[in-house]
C-alpha cells in the first residue's frame, strides 16, 4: 500500500526535554526465491456449463412450430442450428433458469432430449518459470521465499482459468505509481486509447478524444501532467503484474489474467505520495473511459468528498482498494473505528480488500474492519514485476574509503567495518564495536559528486541493519547538488531484528543533475544508546528499457492483495462483459473460501476464491443432473378438444401464463429478488395449469 505522507527535515541541536525526532519512519522488513509446468486434454469433471445455453435436439416428428413452441413455453429461443438433425442452441431468458429450462423441455414428447451447453477445455498450467513462487495463485504448500505455506490457501486461479484466461477488451485502471509498460511480461496487455492511437496521434500535439488531455494514447500520469504513466517507485509495476501479467508465454510471472487492459494512471510520484485531486482525476478518467475495474492500492485517514464523487460517478466500474497497512506501529487497525480511504466510502461499487498470508492467516499490518473490510487476499511475499534499473554508481565497502567517503560531524565515529555485511566481509557503521553516543550528529557522504544527467527515476538503493531507540534515534538519508545543502529522502528509526533490510529511497527529485552527493547521518537524542547503523551495498538505480529477465520482486502488503481481487473482477468481465459492477461485486464476495482469521475481522470472513461460474441473472448450481438421451415419457391427459369447457380452460390458461411472464418480466426490471422470487413461482404455476388443461 502507498501511504500519503511526506518527511520533514528534523531540526538539530540539542534538545531540553525528550521529545520524539521528525522524519523518521519504522524500520520494516521485505524479502526473496524460484518454480513448473504441465498441460492436458481433459473433460472439467464438473459440470460447467456456458452461462443461459442449452443444447435441445427435437423428433422428426416436430414441425417449426411445436419446436418454437416448446423453447418458448421454457423460456428460452432459438441460438443457431447445429449439424445433426434437429439438434439447436438455445438461450433462455436473463434471469430464467438452464436447469429449470431443461426439465421443461424434457417433458415435452417432441423433444428427445436437452442439455445444458456444458464446457470443456484444455487443461493447461502456465509454463511462465516463476508460477510456482506464485502461492497466491497455486498454493501447494511449497516454500516461497523461505516461507512454507498450507495447501489451497490461494485463490484457485488454475480452477478459475478453466473458464477463462482473461479477455484484451477488460480494461483494468491501475491508479498507482504508474507502470513500467515496456516490460516484457506486460507489454502486450497495457491498454491503448483508441482515440489517440493510429495515423501519428499518439504524438500530434492534438486533443483528438476531446477529453482536455493531449496524446493520452496509453492513459495518464496527473502527478506530473503528462503523458507519460512510467512508473518511478516501482509499486505499481507490481501491483500491475498481479493482475495481468502475460501468462503463457515462456517468461517471468503470470498475473491472474493471462490477458488484459491495463490502464496506466500515475496518481503517486517517486516517493510513494499520492495526492487527493490526482487520485480522484484518476478515478475519473477510468470511468470516464469504460474501464470494468479499477485497482487502487493507496490509502489514507483523510475523507474525500472528491474521491467519493469519482467513484460514485462512475457506476459501472467496480473500484478494489487497499484496507491499509496499519500505523506508524506497523499493526493492522480496525477501520470500523478508524476509517481508512477510499476503502471506507460507502459505495456499492466498491470492494475493500485485507491482506492474508501463505497460511491463511491475516497479515499482522493489515487493516480490517468487519463492516468495512470486504474480504482477504493473498498480500504476503507476493512475487511480481518491477521496472529495469541500470546502476549509475555502487558501493560495497570493500575497498578502503579514506578517498571515496568523508566523515564529520558531532561524535563521529563512522568507519569501514569487519563486524557485519550483507555481502562481502564489510560495511559502513556509524559505531563500529561499540553503542553509539547521545547527543550525536554524525555523517558519512561520498567524497566526489555522482553525475545523474541524463538519466530519469533514479532512486537510491542500500542494505541496512539497524537498531536505535524508535521514534527517538535514528539514520537520515540525505542528498545533495552542492555537497552543503541537504535534501531529506528518508529517514529510518527502530530495528530491522538484527538482520540486513534492502531499503530504496527515491532520487528522482535529482534526475538529470550533473553533480549529486550522498550521505547519512545518525541523529540521536539525549538518552538510550544502541548499535546503530551498518550500511552495505549502497548503489544509485536508475531506469533503463534494457531488461535481462531478473525484473521482478517480493513485496507485502494490502497493496499486493488488492490486485488479486480486482484480477479476479476482470476474469469475471470477461465471462460476462455485460456484468454491472454490483453483480460482479456480489459474486466476488459471495463465493469466499471461509477463514477463520477473518471471521469477525471482514464483512465475508472469507479470502478469494476467483473459481466462480459466473452468470449475474442466471444463479445456477454448478452441477446439473444429465437427463437420459431419449427417455420415455406418459402421455399427458388432455381433455377432448370437442369439449367447449376444457377449450375456454385451455384459452384461459394460456392468457394466465402471458400475464405472469409480463409480470416476471416487470419483476426482473426492478431487480428486486423476492418479486422476482414470486413471479417464476407463478409463472411455473401457470405452466403447469397450461400443461394439463391444453
Known amino acids: 500500500m502507498i501511504a500519503a505522507a511526506a518527511l520533514a527535515l528534523p531540526a538539530v541541536g540539542a534538545a531540553a526535554a525528550k521529545r520524539p525526532l521528525d522524519g523518521l519512519r519504522g524500520a520494516v522488513d521485505v524479502e526473496l526465491a524460484r518454480a513448473p509446468l504441465a498441460s492436458s486434454l481433459d473433460?472439467?469433471?464438473?459440470?460447467?456449463?456456458?452461462?443461459?445455453e442449452l443444447v435441445v435436439r427435437f423428433r422428426s416428428t416436430a414441425d417449426a412450430g411445436e419446436r418454437s413452441s416448446a423453447l418458448a413455453d421454457a423460456d428460452a429461443g432459438l441460438k443457431r442450428r447445429l449439424p445433426l438433425p434437429g439438434l439447436q442452441l438455445a438461450r433462455v431468458e436473463r434471469g430464467s433458469s438452464v436447469r429449470d429450462a431443461v426439465a421443461e423441455l424434457e417433458r415435452r414428447p417432441e423433444v428427445r432430449y436437452a442439455e445444458p451447453n456444458y464446457l470443456y477445455r484444455l487443461q493447461t498450467t502456465p509454463d511462465d518459470p516463476r508460477f510456482g513462487e506464485l502461492w497466491g495463485l497455486h498454493n501447494t504448500g511449497q516454500s516461497v521465499n523461505g516461507t512454507s505455506g498450507t495447501p489451497d490457501a490461494d485463490i484457485d486461479a488454475p480452477e478459475a482459468w478453466n473458464r477463462t484466461t482473461g479477455d484484451p477488451a477488460v480494461k483494468v485502471g491501475v491508479v498507482d505509481s504508474g507502470l513500467a509498460y515496456d516490460h516484457p511480461d506486460l507489454a502486450s496487455n497495457v491498454w491503448t486509447n483508441p482515440g489517440e492511437t493510429g495515423a501519428g496521434k499518439e504524438s500530434n500535439g492534438a486533443d483528438d478524444d476531446s477529453n482536455g488531455l493531449v496524446d493520452d494514447w496509453r492513459g495518464?500520469?496527473?502527478?506530473?501532467?503528462?503523458?507519460?504513466?512510467?512508473?518511478?517507485?516501482?509499486h505499481g509495476t507490481h501491483v500491475a503484474g498481479t493482475i495481468g501479467a502475460r501468462g503463457h508465454d515462456s517468461s517471468g510471472v503470470v498475473g491472474v489474467n493471462w490477458e488484459v487492459g491495463l490502464m496506466p494512471l500515475r496518481a503517486c510520484d517517486a516517493s510513494g505520495s499520492c495526492a487527493n485531486a490526482d487520485?480522484?482525476?484518476?478515478?475519473?478518467?477510468?470511468?470516464?473511459?469504460?474501464?470494468?475495474?479499477?485497482?487502487?492500492?493507496?490509502?489514507?485517514?483523510?475523507?474525500?468528498?472528491?474521491?467519493?464523487?469519482?467513484?460514485?460517478?462512475?457506476?459501472?466500474?467496480?473500484?478494489?482498494?487497499?484496507?491499509?497497512?496499519?500505523?506508524?506501529?506497523?499493526?493492522?487497525?480496525?477501520?470500523?473505528?478508524?476509517?481508512?480511504?477510499?476503502?471506507?466510502?460507502?459505495?456499492?461499487?466498491?470492494?475493500?480488500v485485507a491482506a492474508t498470508t501463505q497460511g491463511d492467516g491475516i497479515a499482522s499490518f493489515s487493516n480490517f474492519g468487519p463492516s468495512s473490510v470486504d474480504l482477504g487476499a493473498p498480500g504476503t511475499n507476493v512475487l511480481s514485476a518491477k521496472p529495469a534499473y541500470g546502476a549509475v554508481f555502487s558501493e560495497g565497502f570493500e575497498s578502503d574509503i579514506g578517498s571515496?567517503?568523508?566523515?564529520?560531524?558531532?561524535?563521529?565515529?563512522?568507519?569501514?567495518?569487519?563486524?557485519?555485511?550483507?555481502?562481502?566481509?564489510?560495511?559502513?557503521?556509524?559505531?563500529?564495536?561499540?553503542?553509539?553516543?547521545?547527543?550525536?550528529?554524525s555523517f558519512a557522504r561520498t567524497t566526489d559528486p555522482i553525475s545523474l544527467a541524463g538519466e530519469t527515476g533514479c532512486a537510491l538503493e542500500y542494505e541496512l541493519r539497524l537498531a536505535t531507540e524508535f521514534g527517538f534515534d535514528g539514520l537520515l538519508v540525505e542528498a545533495s547538488t552542492n555537497g552543503t545543502s541537504w535534501t531529506l529522502l528518508d529517514g529510518w528509526t527502530g530495528s530491522t531484528g538484527g538482520s540486513f533490510v534492502g531499503f530504496s529511497s527515491d532520487l528522482s527529485g535529482f534526475d538529470g543533475q550533473g553533480s549529486v552527493w550522498i550521505r547519512f547521518r545518525l541523529l540521536t537524542d539525549i538518552s538510550i544508546t544502541l548499535d546503530g547503523a551498518h550500511l552495505d551495498d549502497v548503489a544509485i538505480r536508475c531506469l533503463t528499457s534494457i531488461y535481462t529477465g531478473d525484473e521482478f520482486q517480493f513485496l507485502n502488503g494490502t497493496s499486493m492483495a488488492t490486485p488479486h481481487v480486482a484480477g479476479a473482477a476482470a476474469l469475471l468481465r470477461a465471462q460476462d462483459p455485460g456484468a454491472s459492477a454490483t453483480a460482479v461485486k456480489g459474486a466476488l464476495l459471495s463465493n469466499?473460501?471461509?477463514?477463520?482469521?477473518?471471521?469477525?475481522?471482514?464483512?465475508?470472513?472469507?479470502?478469494?476464491?476467483?473459481?466462480?461460474?459466473?452468470?449475474?441473472?442466471?444463479p445456477e448450481p454448478p452441477v446439473d443432473p444429465q437427463p437420459p438421451?431419449?427417455?420415455?415419457?406418459?402421455?399427458?391427459?388432455?381433455?377432448?378438444?370437442?369439449?367447449?369447457?376444457?377449450?375456454?380452460?385451455?384459452?384461459?390458461?394460456r392468457a394466465a401464463l402471458a400475464k405472469a411472464k409480463k409480470k416476471l418480466k416487470k419483476a426482473k426490471a426492478s431487480r428486486e429478488k423476492p418479486k422476482v422470487k414470486k413471479a417464476k413461482k407463478k409463472v411455473k404455476k401457470a405452466k403447469q395449469n397450461v400443461r394439463k388443461l391444453c
Not at 300 to 323: E, K, R, Y
Open 43 to 52: 473433460a472439467s469433471p464438473q459440470r460447467r456449463f456456458v452461462p443461459r
Open 220 to 234: 495518464w500520469d496527473y502527478a506530473d501532467a503528462d503523458n507519460d504513466p512510467r512508473d518511478l517507485n516501482g
Open 279 to 352: 487520485v480522484a482525476s484518476a478515478f475519473a478518467y477510468a470511468g470516464a473511459k469504460g474501464a470494468d475495474v479499477v485497482n487502487a492500492s493507496l490509502s489514507g485517514p483523510g475523507f474525500s468528498q472528491a474521491q467519493s464523487d469519482a467513484i460514485g460517478g462512475a457506476p459501472g466500474t467496480l473500484f478494489v482498494v487497499a484496507a491499509g497497512n496499519g500505523g506508524g506501529d506497523g499493526i493492522g487497525d480496525n477501520n470500523d473505528s478508524a476509517p481508512q480511504y477510499p476503502c471506507s466510502y460507502p459505495h456499492a461499487n466498491l470492494v475493500c
Open 404 to 441: 571515496t567517503w568523508t566523515t564529520g560531524g558531532t561524535n563521529n565515529t563512522w568507519a569501514r567495518t569487519s563486524e557485519a555485511a550483507k555481502s562481502g566481509g564489510f560495511s559502513l557503521a556509524d559505531s563500529p564495536g561499540a553503542s553509539y553516543l547521545n547527543n550525536t550528529n
Open 592 to 618: 469466499v473460501d471461509p477463514v477463520p482469521a477473518l471471521a469477525g475481522k471482514t464483512v465475508t470472513g472469507g479470502r478469494l476464491n476467483a473459481d466462480i461460474e459466473f452468470a449475474p441473472d442466471d
Open 629 to 653: 438421451v431419449d427417455p420415455p415419457r406418459p402421455a399427458d391427459p388432455k381433455p377432448p378438444a370437442s369439449d367447449p369447457a376444457a377449450s375456454g380452460a385451455c384459452e384461459s390458461a
